[in-house]
Antibody, heavy 116, light 112 residues
Framework: EVQLVESGGGLVQPGGSLRLSCAAS????????MHWVRQAPGKGLVWVSR????????SYADSVKGRFTISRDNAKNTLYLQMNSLRAEDTAVYYC?????????WGQGTLVTVSS | QSVLTQPPSVSGAPGQRVTISCTGS?????????VHWYQQLPGTAPKLLIY???NRPSGVPDRFSGSKSGTSASLAITGLQAEDEADYYC????????????FGGGTKLTVL
């Protein structure tokens, strides 16, 4: 079964850090560009970051540039998002997704809440 | 404010046909980039519904169809069913933004 499973979300204080993981199974993870997309409570989908298949190229939304770092370990079929200097506006469900011709599959999402 | 513009809501009775528009510009849809559509049922992750403007992944009913023309795209749903009630998002690529990947603001479909 093709599957992405995120983990690592939780409650963190403003200025804190969190590392999200996304474990892939059922497809050739190393062949796909991978992305993080987030959704604030009651809001729409917003692209966050992407990494190419071998990890040599990354890109970020302006809102997270310099604070978030995307990485991957193809040997472990796992995608990561290191989030530093977190702000209240980073509160959202974070989804990982594979991209070939559209985002498919998506993970189930992990909730990140930034609050004191 | 999203780069791709969708109506916030649409509605229709069971069995009817509805369409959801996605309006972009010359730097995204109008530049020839593909449009993809996603369905997000309440409390779940988005799911790919239409890829490459008009193609359905396996398992997606042929009641769902997509089209693209100029700087806009549309999602049509025929024979509306109660289980179609969800949020729908269009997505494309924009050459003028560092983000490149852009989503519409989403459309809430209500089945009356």
């Amino acid at each position: 079964e093709v599957q992405l499973v995120e983990s690592g979300g939780g409650l963190v204080q403003p200025g804190g850090s969190l590392r999200l993981s996304c474990a892939a199974s059922g497809f050739t993870f190393s062949s796909y560009w991978m992305h993080w997309v987030r959704q604030a409570p009651g809001k729409g989908l917003v692209w966050v970051s992407r990494i190419n298949s071998d990890g040599s190229s990354t890109s970020y939304a302006d809102s997270v540039k310099g604070r978030f770092t995307i990485s991957r370990d193809n040997a472990k079929n796992t995608l990561y998002l290191q989030m530093n200097s977190l702000r209240a506006e980073d509160t959202a469900v974070y989804y990982c997704a594979a991209y070939y011709d559209g985002f498919d599959p998506w993970g189930q999402g992990t909730l990140v809440t930034v609050s004191s | 404010q999203s780069v791709l513009t969708q109506p916030p809501s649409v509605s229709g009775a069971p069995g009817q046909r509805v369409t959801i528009s996605c309006t972009g510009s010359s730097s995204n849809i109008g530049a020839g980039y593909d449009v993809h559509w996603y369905q997000q049922l309440p409390g779940t992750a988005p799911k790919l519904l239409i890829y490459g403007n008009s193609n359905r992944p396996s398992g997606v009913p042929d009641r769902f169809s997509g089209s693209k023309s100029g700087t806009s795209a549309s999602l049509a749903i025929t024979g509306l069913q109660a289980e179609d009630e969800a949020d729908y998002y269009c997505q494309s690529y924009d050459s003028s933004l560092s983000a490149h990947v852009v989503f519409g603001g989403g459309t809430k479909l209500t089945v009356l």
